[in-house]
């Protein structure tokens, strides 16, 4: 069966430091991949999705990037943090690259930026 | 542009009685819908989807039922428990993208 893990679990980062995150999915092959963060009491913001290894598309113009260094890892990063980094950050995979498929969610990142 | 919203922000509901949830969405071009559950701090987990080909889909204790003409969605709970408290997402599935909603969140009184 396939399972996606997502660490760390919470962090604590000030305002200008850099962030690394990571995302990995066992199981399966070539999967889609995805990025959101979510607000408090919000829905879920796309910010980078990834069809495939190197393949980075951005959804929102941030101080954010992704990469994909292999086919079942993603990465979420930051060279300087801002305060409104801060949010639930979570990773997800589907198969295919066409429309109509579930997309399976990781246990998400808390990142409070002070 | 086009989104996909619920009606609702939140929904209190007796253990035991059935729960409606719903959800309109606007893109009259989507095909794919997905209902998902978010338990506090957690990640969404899927639940439930229905393509546009049908209008109506049972799962265990759950049945999304989709009218088209009137771009609507909505998911039925029955015997609600404790354990369904959670905020509830309707969601869009266009090409790779999802649209998240605000959500409704779910709230079961003993």
């Known amino acids: 069966s396939q399972t996606i893990h997502q660490w760390p679990a919470t962090l604590v980062q000030p305002v200008g430091s850099p962030l690394s995150l990571e995302c990995t999915v066992e199981g399966t092959s070539n999967p889609n991949l995805y990025w959101y963060r979510q607000a408090a009491g919000r829905g879920l913001q796309l910010l980078f999705y990834?069809?495939?290894?190197?393949?980075i598309s951005s959804e929102v113009p941030q101080n954010l990037s992704a990469s994909r260094p292999q086919d079942r890892q993603f990465i979420l990063s930051s060279k300087k943090l801002l305060l409104s980094d801060s949010g639930f950050y979570l990773c997800?995979?589907?198969?295919?690259?066409?429309?109509?498929?579930?997309?399976?969610f990781g246990p998400g990142t808390r990142l409070t930026v002070t | 542009g086009e989104s996909v919203g619920l009606h609702l922000p939140t929904l209190s509901v007796q253990e035991g009685d059935n729960s409606i949830i719903n959800c309109a969405y606007s893109?009259?071009?989507?095909?794919?819908f997905i209902w998902y559950k978010q338990e506090s701090g957690k990640g969404p987990q899927f639940i439930i989807d229905i393509r546009s080909n049908m209008d109506k889909r049972q799962g265990q204790r759950v049945t999304v039922l989709l009218n088209k003409t009137v771009k609507h969605l909505s998911l039925q709970i029955a015997a609600t428990q404790p354990g369904d408290s959670a905020v509830y997402f309707c969601?869009?599935?266009?090409?790779?993208?999802?649209?998240f909603g605000g959500g409704t969140r779910l709230m079961v009184k003993p």
């Open positions: 969601v869009d599935n266009a090409g790779n993208m999802l649209t």
């Open positions: 990834s069809v495939g290894i190197g393949q």
């Open positions: 997800a995979w589907s198969q295919g690259t066409s429309g109509g498929y579930e997309q399976y």
């Open positions: 893109n009259s071009a989507s095909d794919y």
